[in-house]
């Protein structure tokens, strides 16, 4: 379930690249299941590493669709005077259920 794609972004005041502060990004799966094709809205970002997000219009897609295991976080730094990440949609193969 896509609201259970937890995005989490922290500027990094002290890295600075090219006038644009570097920003940590976590990407967390609280779902039970895996969770495949996770698809971020990006816009305006230019992605070096394909591997990690490769770009789709104004999307990304994370691990070229590869999924995110229940629990597992995916981390990444970028560059940009905003943050832009936010989950456009995610395929799972079974129903997930949040903790309780």
Do not use: E
């Not at 259970?4 to 890295?15: A, D, F, G, K, Y």
């Not at 690249?17 to 996770?38: D, E, Y």
Request: with cysteine; net charge positive; hydrophobic share 40%.
């Amino acid at each position: 379930m896509l609201s259970q794609v937890i995005i989490l972004q922290i500027q990094q005041r002290r890295s600075v690249i090219h006038g644009k502060f570097q920003w940590h990004v976590s990407i967390l799966n609280t779902c039970r299941c895996a969770q495949s094709q996770i698809l971020l809205a990006c816009n305006g970002l230019k992605p070096i590493d394909q591997t990690i997000l490769k770009k789709q219009g104004n999307n990304c897609l994370l691990f070229n669709g590869n999924p995110l295991a229940y629990n597992n976080t995916a981390r990444f730094f970028y560059a940009s005077a905003k943050s832009i990440f936010a989950p456009i949609s995610s395929v799972t193969t079974t129903p997930c259920f949040s903790k309780k």
